[in-house]
């Protein structure tokens, strides 16, 4: 198979990572008969430097004629760096939204998945730890309160604020055939969150998702209040597998979901649209702490450059031998310095890259 990917190396970490992810890539192409065209784009603090802009309509266009888009992350420290003193739309985070908008990137996936090696890092009870959990947060990402219509008024010395949460039921059905599709490719059980005891966006939410449910009768669904959401994913989220929700729920579960894996690191993520195409990214920022010391951890880019095969190219079993590398490296106790624990091998950034696919 030929596939086309867009490369966003980015600021900070973000080169050192993609080139890791890269490295996998190459030997996953090179195992399974796959020729990888590669371009690169600049965006946030590099685009910046040398175009005046965080994203320019050129790159914008050779993102669009790539199958998929990997990034690394963009940004520099916001106390130090002068692409902070520039107007917000001219900032690195703007080149951010501007791609996911001009993509029409609706569904964000982030997996937050425990590995055994690594259930020191969870936060939560032994106990729970143990029995381990492995679930993909679905989030609508371009409706809902953040985009509704939004004002501030005054009356009589007294203001007044208000946010809309605004749903229409094409938004809703076409995430939700997305958290099935995915679910189907799981282990089949979706978990669609809403507040349908008091909002009317979420009863439409849930009657729609009920509807789109009709159709995948391999998958089980089950409705939860996000209240009672947020309380499960830290008392038992091994009962998860797709947690399929709005924008502003979502938002606030996957942080959650996140940290109670306790690695930052490890956390990949993903941005579709209604085709194949998607955005790949790691769930971390661009690092500049770190930058250019070779001591990043590059798993999160590397799994989210697995995800990229599975859902933009189908190429499941190939994602399967990235995520089996990830298992296996771990397993063996090597160790980049932010998840290392006593008694494992310290790494870097590129030793941990090579590592990986030497394992595909
Ligand atoms: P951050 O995620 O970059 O870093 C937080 C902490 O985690 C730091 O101590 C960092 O060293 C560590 N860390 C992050 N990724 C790591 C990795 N792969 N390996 C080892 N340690 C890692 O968050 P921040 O410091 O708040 O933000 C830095 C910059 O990144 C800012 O400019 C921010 O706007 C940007 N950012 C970009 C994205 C994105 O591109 N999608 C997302 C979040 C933040």
Avoid at 26 to 40: E, L, N, R, S
Wanted: charged share 25%.
């Amino acid at each position: 198979m030929e596939l086309k990917i867009t490369c966003i190396p980015g600021d900070g970490i973000g080169p050192e990572i993609v080139g890791e992810a890269r490295k996998v890539l190459d030997a996953v192409a090179a195992k399974y008969g796959h020729v990888i065209h590669y371009t690169d784009i600049l965006m946030g603090g590099a685009s910046i430097d040398a175009c005046g802009v965080p994203l320019t309509e050129e790159a914008i266009a050779t993102a669009k004629s790539a199958d998929a888009v990997l990034m690394g992350s963009i940004g520099g420290d916001t106390s130090t760096s002068p692409w902070y003193k520039l107007p917000p739309n001219l900032r690195p985070e703007a080149g951010l939204l501007a791609i996911r908008k001009a993509l029409n990137l609706f569904a964000n996936l982030r997996p937050a998945v425990l590995y055994d090696e690594l259930t020191g890092a969870c936060p939560l009870k032994e106990e729970i730890a143990a029995a381990g959990f492995d679930m993909m947060i679905m989030r609508e990402l371009t409706g809902g309160l953040y985009f509704g219509e939004r004002r501030t008024t005054e009356s009589d010395g007294v203001k007044t604020a208000v946010d809309t949460l605004v749903y229409n039921e094409n938004e809703i059905r076409r995430i939700a055939v997305k958290g099935f599709e995915i679910a189907r490719k799981r282990r089949g059980k979706v978990t669609s969150v809403d507040k349908a005891n008091v909002l009317d966006s979420s009863r439409l939410w849930r009657q729609v998702v009920e509807e789109v449910a009709g159709d995948y009768p391999e998958v089980t669904l089950e409705h939860m209040l996000v209240d009672n959401c947020a309380m499960q994913l830290v008392k038992d989220p091994a009962q998860f597998d797709v947690i399929l929700t709005e924008n502003m729920f979502g938002d606030i579960l996957s942080d959650e979901a996140s940290m109670v894996t306790g690695s930052i690191g490890m956390l990949a993520s993903a941005s579709l649209n209604d085709t194949k195409f998607g955005l790949y990214e790691p769930s971390h920022g661009s690092a500049p702490d770190i930058a250019g010391k070779d001591i990043a951890n590059p798993i999160a880019t590397v799994l989210s450059a697995a995800m990229m095969l599975r859902y933009s190219f189908d190429l499941d079993t190939e994602a399967d031998a990235i995520e089996q590398a990830v298992k296996q490296v771990l397993k063996e106790g090597y160790r980049t310095s932010d998840i290392m624990s006593e008694g494992c091998t310290p790494v870097g950034c590129r030793q941990m890259g090579d590592l990986l696919a030497e394992r595909i």
